[in-house]
């Protein structure tokens, strides 16, 4: 067990500005790695250009000079086919007035220009699939102006789509259409290489801070980073536009699936090793990186144990993680993903601009929020503690019984539960105002104003949730021994003392976990606001988690917006559970 | 000789022709059984020519997002059975394939017009009609015998069988949410979108219509406190309400033993004089945009569209389906309540589908929450109601047309 | 026993009589749904039934399609190898976890638990969509074993916790010992560590099967065979549009699907009482 080598204030100095500029490199160069892939897209399209640009002017032309009936046909004809050359297939259609009033959907179609010369002038063939195709186009760029777009089904042969408006006098007469044939997909940059490229590259600057020479280390890595993306320059002829922000963009094209846009790439390879890279480079040169290896070394039978629920946690319980916290950052819009930074961050934290006594307001939902998981676990862990200490009593009898038929509303789906109570809390009808009609009282329109709405919520939850801790202490209970208690017995404590004196903070260790559990669970319940009260009246009753159920569901799909709320309401429930764990110290085991 | 696309399509068709189309709904009972009877008539006389259809039942609260989780990532259906109202957003995501490039006049004549209608957004049509549905005024012809032509009618019976105290009621309906109030909306001239596409929640006419409807279901009215649709139903089986307005779906839950049902087209509000117009909904078979084998599923469209499959749907399920000819015919003919339900599209307005419309369900109903327990004035809430759904119209992108 | 003594657990009795009579009335109104004819609500607060049918229990348990497969009974095995699938899965994957953060001391144990803690407390209905995207591109999206895969490893963080707090009280000692004496730590994990825990495995067992057991919206949207189809997927189906719902079957669903749940509980009572001291006192 050595100690990391002695160090200069100049050696830390050139360490950490190594280390920057090796991070920074790893940065920017797989950014432009990534970036370049994408833009063998781009680079597709722009192949593609003066062809298409020339046959898109010709049927341009033709477009127009039909619609003032003064065209040659074949002369058009033997233009488009000569200039657009061999491996080009160009079309024009006229999409008309529609042509019944009766049904807006309903319109003659017919190709002014057409490189099949057969198709010439015809109208568009029902049974043909390509006409459909065409069609569809056309309609397309009427209503959202020109489309230029790359098909490319699940990797396989690519075409290149360009469609223009063609306008007469002003008007849109016709649509000029361009679709390539297949053609393989170029793309010579593989992203698994260089990710694994980078990643190496990273454990090496890791490792960098065990040797002497670790400056050259340094050297070597960088050198090999800029390598092998000038590897990825030299392939490519120009580069002209703008670098996106890499995650953005990665999550986009993981967002948008198989949407229509060019070309989605997986990014999982650069995506995984940036980060990774960049922080194994960036901890070996602040000196991290010696420690860690042997601390790695030295607790590998821990890692080992602690790696399968990792690797399952990595892939379907972070990654989906990663992308909620990071859709918050986007806006959705018809499956399309934009990226908006902190606007959805802005818009809920200022309230949406709404004063504070509205119940969309952030803040107004908040304090539900708080006064909601309170007050439940107060009454969870208060019924749950009674009920335990009355039936840990080992004379009681039936105590199995008893215990099972208390846990029966944890077992039976909440989902009906909840609609149950839903009934008995009717104004006219409900169980619960004949009860209290019985003992006098008047009938109480429980949904109308928001004490009473929350309350019956809160009957409702309590109902569910203290089986729970109804377990949970028990089982504390029955393991605090009996001659503490006869202890204080004899020594004349009465049994509010020896509770207040023994139980309860013998019980702390047990409770704690249960507690915070138990807050994150209340703090996230979704079900019971949502059937019980349904946020009534006017949406006061529900909690950031409905909100933000009903911003991605009910009002308009903005995903981004309920994930913003999502990563809010982690961010404080993480803050609530850092907190307590300072108070108490309950995470730390007590046989250290 | 060089390939065109076209050639590559039709090879690519031709060589996907054994996998069967996977055709998605969310029927129960016997919808569902009327349903599969059909398929299978298709399947048996498909044999080499057609793909067979596969039918799969989703939960109806989970289908929408499965489509939209399913579709765009290759695993969805080609084709699937479900309510209009999100056809604007699902062809904006291009989910949905347009299909009125198959289509001819003829074709579209079989259809009654409103029901097609429903399924346009854009200038293009996006899937065929199966079924319409909209609410009507269910009666209890026990208590009721000749129902209510006018709201003034109405409104006089339904006192006469409201006795509060002992439950029981002169009309029942879900006065919380937009979808049943829409009646009374269009009925005194209001309207959510105008002519031009811009929001007209808090007219006037708007106003009187939720005065009206807090007059029904208010403290002295005839509606109970607090009405779901699941109250409309029991109360309605127990004989405590009278009436009732709800759509097809409820007559699978009436007790016909104990209950003598009528249904009847909504009455005229009798201040405008104007048929109180429920929104029509047309349950259409759709089109995915990603399916391998699209004439070939526009085909099993066609078919489970067709004359002969609708009458026979609507004998064995009562589904108010949307062929003309269906209800030419004298068996459906001789269905009162299918009928009814057939007189009430002659007033029903049509459901937009558009995305826009989508926002504005939640808004207006809590502006009708807020009337009916009496802690906004209508006027109040409907401008309320107004600025929010303002506020998410310009959230929304402005790619997104009407 | 004296006379007062026996007066006051008579006392206590009734007090818990009249507290678990009031829990069970919503469990009674399922249950008295289910056997009364009818598909509608039925809003009197008796429990007991005016006329009683197993109707709909035939209906649900009778579900099959057409062609004859019992629908009903595929689901109910699917359902079932879902959960025991996850239980094994989640047990094991946990208890090595657990049993690690609680032995070894190593950098990043105090990160690692709070960040088990921390994927608890993101709302999990906006992670459908990478989840359906994560599963299909691992091909697994129709399948149960996809389907075992996502609970189990959402069930984790809870059984971690739970877990470690339990191997935290049992004494180093033994294992010194065992160590001392040459046996390797996996075999002490095995024939030491495991048995004495068995209490608390019994909860993790418990906690994954529900868990995977009453889980609907993933498997509704995941799965894309009715053969496939759990068992909350078949009851949800009740419910219709516009909230028209069949709650005479739905009512008999929720009882059928409650019994296995009830069935478990009582079988491992005495385990799990014992078993949720997390980190708690030593006798």
């Not at chain 1, 060019?262 to 194994?280: D, K, M, N, R, Y």
């Not at chain 2, 007033?347 to 327990?373: C, E, I």
């Not at chain 3, 829990?23 to 039925?42: D, S, W």
Request: charged share 15%; net charge positive.
């Amino acid at each position: 067990m050595s100690a990391p080598p002695e160090r200069s204030r100049r050696g830390r100095a050139l360490g950490t500005a190594s280390g920057a500029l090796l991070a920074g490199a790893i940065i920017g160069l797989t950014a432009a790695a990534l970036y370049l892939r994408t833009r063998n897209a781009g680079d597709q399209l722009q192949a593609e250009a003066p062809a298409r640009a020339m046959a898109l002017a010709l049927a341009r032309s033709g477009a127009q000079r039909s619609a003032h009936d003064t065209a040659d046909p074949d002369l058009l004809q033997r233009r488009v086919l000569a200039l657009a050359g061999r491996d080009t297939v160009t079309l024009a259609t006229v999409v008309q007035e529609p042509r019944s009033t009766k049904y807006r959907f309903l319109r003659k179609r017919r190709y002014l220009a057409h490189s099949d010369v057969q198709r010439l002038r015809q109208s568009l063939d029902r049974r043909h699939p390509g006409d459909k195709q065409l069609y569809d186009l056309a309609n397309r760029v009427r209503q959202h102006g020109p489309v230029v777009e790359l098909r490319a089904p699940q990797d396989g042969p690519v075409t290149v789509v360009a469609a223009e408006p063609v306008r007469v006098d002003g008007k849109q007469v016709a649509t000029a259409i361009v679709v390539t044939a297949p053609r393989p997909l170029h793309v010579p940059v593989n992203a698994w290489p260089i990710g694994a490229g980078v990643l190496a590259l990273g454990l090496l600057g890791l490792m960098a801070g065990r040797l002497r020479q670790r400056y050259i280390v340094v050297m070597a890595s960088l050198a090999g980073l800029t390598a092998l993306c000038w590897y990825q320059l030299s392939t490519l002829a120009a580069f002209y536009h703008r670098v996106l922000p890499i995650p953005s963009y990665a999550l986009r094209s993981a967002l948008q699936g198989g949407s229509p846009a060019p070309l989605t790439i997986p990014a999982w390879p650069l995506v995984i090793a940036l980060p990774l890279a960049l922080g194994l480079a960036t901890l070996g040169h602040v000196g991290l990186g010696q420690r860690m290896v042997q601390a790695l070394r030295r607790h590998r039978a821990a890692y080992l144990y602690v790696l399968p629920a990792a690797v399952g946690m990595l892939l379907l319980v972070f990654l989906p993680f990663g992308y909620g916290l990071g859709l918050g950052f986007f806006n959705h819009a018809h499956g399309t993903y934009t990226f908006v930074g902190l606007s959805n961050f802005i818009e809920i934290l200022s309230g949406g601009g709404r004063p504070l006594s509205h119940p969309l307001n952030f803040y107004f939902t908040l304090g539900v929020t708080v006064l909601w998981t309170g007050t439940n676990v107060l009454l969870h862990v208060a019924i749950g503690l009674a009920l335990a200490l009355v039936l840990k009593d080992p004379l009681l009898r039936f105590k199995g019984i008893y215990r099972v038929l208390l846990i029966l509303p944890w077992a039976v789906p909440n989902y009906i539960t909840a609609l149950i109570w839903k009934g008995m809390f009717h104004h006219q009808y409900g169980a619960v105002n004949h009860v209290l009609e019985l003992c006098g009282i008047e009938n109480i329109s429980w949904f109308s104003s928001f004490s009473t709405a929350f309350a019956a919520n809160l009957v409702t939850n309590t109902w569910l949730g203290f089986p729970f801790m109804m377990v949970v202490c028990l089982g504390a209970l029955q393991s605090i021994p009996r001659d503490v208690y006869e202890a204080a017995d004899v020594d004349g404590a009465s049994r509010w003392q020896s509770f207040l004196h023994i139980t309860l903070p013998l019980l702390r260790p047990a409770l704690f976990p249960a507690i915070i559990l138990g807050t994150i669970w209340t703090f996230n319940m979704f079900n019971i606001i949502y059937l019980v009260s349904a946020g009534a009246p006017g949406g006061s009753t529900d909690i950031l988690i409905t909100e933000a159920y009903r911003w991605a569901f009910e009002r308009a799909d903005r995903y981004g917006l309920a994930a913003a709320y999502a990563l809010i309401i982690l961010v404080i429930l993480l803050l609530y559970t850092l907190l307590t764990n300072r108070l108490t110290r309950a995470t730390e085991d007590t046989y250290s | 000789m060089r390939p065109t696309v076209a050639a590559l399509l039709l090879l690519c068709s031709t060589v996907a022709h054994a996998r069967p189309l996977v055709l998605w709904h969310a029927y129960r009972a016997a919808e569902r059984t009327a349903l599969e009877h059909a398929v299978d008539r298709w399947n048996q006389g498909s044999r080499g020519k057609d793909p067979e259809i596969q039918l799969l039942a989703v939960p109806y609260d989970a289908f929408p997002d499965k489509i939209t989780a399913a579709i765009p990532r290759g695993h969805g259906p080609d084709l699937f059975i479900f309510a209009h109202d999100r056809v604007g957003d699902w062809a904006e995501s291009r989910i949905i394939e347009p299909i009125e490039f198959w289509i001819t006049e003829k074709h579209a004549d079989r259809f009654l017009f409103k029901a097609i209608d429903a399924l346009c957004y854009g200038d293009s049509l996006y899937g065929l009609p199966m079924a319409f549905k909209s609410t009507a005024l269910y009666y209890n012809k026990a208590l009721i015998p000749v129902p209510p032509t006018t709201t003034d009618e109405l409104v006089a019976l339904g006192r006469k069988h409201t006795h509060r105290e002992q439950g029981r009621f002169g009309l029942v309906y879900d006065n919380n949410k937009l979808y049943f109030h829409a009646p009374w909306l269009f009925g005194f001239g209001g309207a959510i979108f105008d002519a031009k596409g811009r929001l007209v929640v808090h007219t006037p006419e708007a106003t009187a219509a939720l005065a009206f409807a807090r007059r029904l279901g208010g403290p002295d009215g005839i509606i109970p406190p607090e009405p779901s649709t699941t109250l409309t139903t029991t109360l309605f089986n127990q004989g405590k309400a009278a009436m009732a307005i709800s759509g097809p779906w409820m007559l699978g839950e009436i007790d016909q033993k104990q209950i003598q049902v009528g249904v009847a087209p909504l009455p005229r509000v009798s201040r405008t004089g104007k048929p109180a117009s429920p929104f029509l909904g047309a349950e259409g078979l759709m089109l995915s945009s990603r399916c391998k084998q699209k004439s070939a599923a526009f085909r099993a469209m066609t078919f489970l569209t067709s004359d002969a499959v609708a009458i026979a749907r609507a004998m064995e399920a009562r589904q108010p389906v949307a062929n003309q000819a269906a209800w030419d015919d004298p068996r459906v003919q001789r269905d009162p309540i299918l009928s009814a339900f057939r007189r009430q599209l002659d007033t029903a307005q049509v459901m937009p589908g558009t995305p826009q419309m989508r926002l504005v369900w939640s808004p207006y109903d809590m502006a009708l929450q807020k009337v009916m327990n009496g802690s906004a004035t209508p006027d109040r809430a409907l401008a309320e109601a107004q600025t929010e759904i303002r506020s998410y119209l310009s959230a929304m992108r402005p790619g997104a047309r009407k | 026993m004296s006379g007062k003594g026996k007066g006051k657990r008579l006392l206590v009795h009734l007090v818990l009589i009249t507290f678990t009579g009031l829990t069970l009335l919503p469990v009674a109104l399922v249950v008295r749904k289910a056997i009364t004819p009818g598909q509608e609500f039925e809003l009197t607060l008796n429990p007991i039934p005016s006329s009683v049918t197993l109707d709909h229990f035939r209906t649900v348990v009778g579900t099959s399609l057409p062609d004859g497969t019992w629908l009903f009974g595929r689901q109910l095995l699917n359902s079932l190898l879902a959960a025991l699938g996850t239980t094994v899965l989640g047990v094991f994957l946990a208890c090595t976890a657990a049993y690690a953060f609680s032995r070894f001391r190593f950098p990043g144990r105090r990160f690692g638990l709070l960040t088990f803690l921390v994927v608890q407390m993101f709302p999990a209905t906006l992670l459908m969509i990478p989840l359906y995207v994560i599963l299909s591109r691992l091909g697994l999206l129709s399948s149960i074993l996809g389907l075992m895969l996502v609970y189990s490893t959402t069930a984790i963080p809870f059984c971690v916790w739970m877990l470690k707090g339990y191997f935290d009280t049992i004494p180093r000692e033994l294992e010194e010992a065992a160590l001392i004496d040459g046996a390797s730590r996996l075999r002490i994990f095995y024939t030491i560590i495991l048995p004495l825990a068995r209490p608390a495995i019994a909860v993790t067992a418990l906690f994954c099967f529900m868990t995977a057991w009453n889980e609907y919206i993933l498997a509704a949207t995941f799965l894309g065979r009715e053969t496939a189809y759990t068992l909350p997927v078949l009851i949800k189906s009740y419910v219709g549009e516009y909230g028209s719902t069949q709650w005479g079957s739905f009512a008999a669903g929720a009882i059928i699907v409650s019994i296995p749940v009830v069935a478990l509980f009582y079988a491992l009572q005495k385990n799990l009482v014992a078993g949720l001291t997390a980190g708690g006192v030593k006798g």
